[in-house]
């Protein structure tokens, strides 16, 4: 008796499905952060700055939607990649911002190999996360499933050399500069999208690097909103509201860095070009008046990076029972199993550069669990969406409850206190040692 095609694969997908049921997970319990560099040095300071164009590949696909993703043949407004390199003490780093909705590892290993011959400590690389900016770039498939789309060698070789273009040109420009920073608070602007009338990480953190004869050299800051205001049909590329708030406060030419914070449950006002527009200019009237009244702070310059074990994958999307171990087994083979986090000190500034998207609870979490004695004076700021990307981090409460921004996660509830630990670990190790102070 012939057997009906359909049932020929009964049995095969039974046995996957229940092979699936098993736990085919890593360890439950990641290893412990491994600090691989770790400097801080009060000395005098010197900078230079840069800003490039990335003049994407079109057409392209636009980055940070799920299908079905636009292809975009124009660009509204141009996409950049910004630099600046930091000297002190014989030590230096280079900051890096490009127009994307994140940046893997991949890009970020890249870099550093090409930069290898300028021998600095670091180049932390980080994304304004604008989900209007091109796609491809990312090799991992569960990143072109989720928002990046079909991975492609041109958009990777462009982003690469313009980047490397700006850290060469920003290497370059070194003068002295004395570092300028200042604090405030845009009370009412973003909202939170998961949870209404839940906080936001509503800080607008300054800085600015000035010449000896008084010209700015660089202006960076740090504030928490999502670039998703371009509608996500639409055929064409933008750097969104941050990227008019960079070309306003640059507009004599000196590159402005604006990174995100804990941005992963907060949203701007608005949608539409509009939008666009309006919000880019309110950031960059803010970040000039908060700059007008900084304060000049100590010739100070650190960095610290860790390595951090990734507990096991586990989307929180899925809730259903029969399907939940399934797909974490799938996501496992597919995520990452390890990240950096990086601990980066400028003047009076500690940014703490997590490599995904911590909401605002998140991002209280890691900051209060610091050593009181290295946040003591610094005005301390949790960085979203650099040198890597691992997904939302939110509280394990929130995530065991699959609430707010949690259910975007790939990970298990315990990731955030995995990535923690190795901010601690990578803050503690800049800190004086007992033996040292005691001579």
Do not use: C
């Amino acid at each position: 008796m012939r057997v009906r095609r359909p049932l020929r694969w009964t049995a095969p997908v039974a046995v996957l499905y229940l092979l699936l049921l098993v736990d085919w997970r890593g360890a439950p319990d990641p290893p412990a952060p491994v600090v691989r560099r770790a400097f801080e040095v009060s000395a005098p300071l010197s900078a230079g700055a840069a800003r490039v164009r990335l003049d994407p590949p079109l057409p392209v696909v636009r980055a940070g939607y799920a299908r079905p993703k636009a292809v975009a043949t124009s660009e509204r407004d141009p996409l950049e990649v910004r630099a600046v390199v930091l000297q002190a003490g014989g030590h230096a780093l280079a900051l890096v911002l490009v127009d994307l909705v994140l940046v893997p590892e991949e890009l970020v290993s890249g870099l550093e190999s090409r930069l290898a011959d300028l021998r600095l400590d670091a180049v932390v690389l980080g994304a304004t996360h604008t989900h209007s900016s091109m796609g491809g770039f990312d090799r991992r498939l569960l990143a072109q499933a989720a928002g990046t789309g079909r991975y492609r060698p041109d958009v990777v070789a462009r982003l690469l050399d313009r980047s490397e273009q700006a850290v060469r040109q920003a290497a370059r420009k070194a003068e002295h500069v004395r570092v300028r920073s200042a604090e405030t608070r845009l009370i009412g602007w973003a909202e939170n999208r998961s949870t209404p009338g839940a906080p936001v990480d509503d800080a607008l953190t300054v800085a600015e690097l000035r010449s000896d004869a008084g010209a700015r050299v660089a202006a960076i800051a740090v504030l928490a909103a999502h670039p998703t205001l371009l509608p996500r049909t639409a055929p064409e590329l933008s750097a969104d509201y941050p990227g008019v708030a960079m070309r306003r406060l640059g507009a004599d030419g000196e590159p402005a860095l604006l990174f995100q914070g804990a941005e992963g449950d907060a949203r701007p006002p608005g949608m539409g070009v509009d939008a666009i527009e309006r919000d880019g200019a309110l950031v960059a009237q803010r970040v000039a008046e908060t700059l007008a009244g900084a304060r000049e702070a100590e010739d100070r310059l650190g960095l610290a990076e860790a390595e951090i074990g990734l507990p096991p994958a586990e989307p929180q999307l899925i809730r259903s029972f029969l399907l939940r171990r399934p797909a974490a087994n799938v996501v496992e083979w597919l995520a990452p199993t390890s990240a950096r986090v990086t601990v980066v000190t400028l003047g009076d500034l500690m940014l703490l550069g997590v490599p995904g998207e911590p909401t605002a609870l998140a991002a209280s979490h890691m900051v209060a669990a610091l050593p009181a004695v290295a946040v003591k004076g610094r005005r301390t700021r949790v960085l979203g969406l650099t040198q890597g990307y691992i997904g939302y981090i939110d509280t394990p409460e929130r995530v065991r409850a699959g609430h707010g921004e949690a259910r975007r996660a790939w990970f298990a509830p315990e990731l955030l206190d995995t990535v923690t630990r190795g901010l601690v670990a990578a803050v503690s190790a800049r800190l004086p040692r007992a033996a040292d102070q005691a001579q």
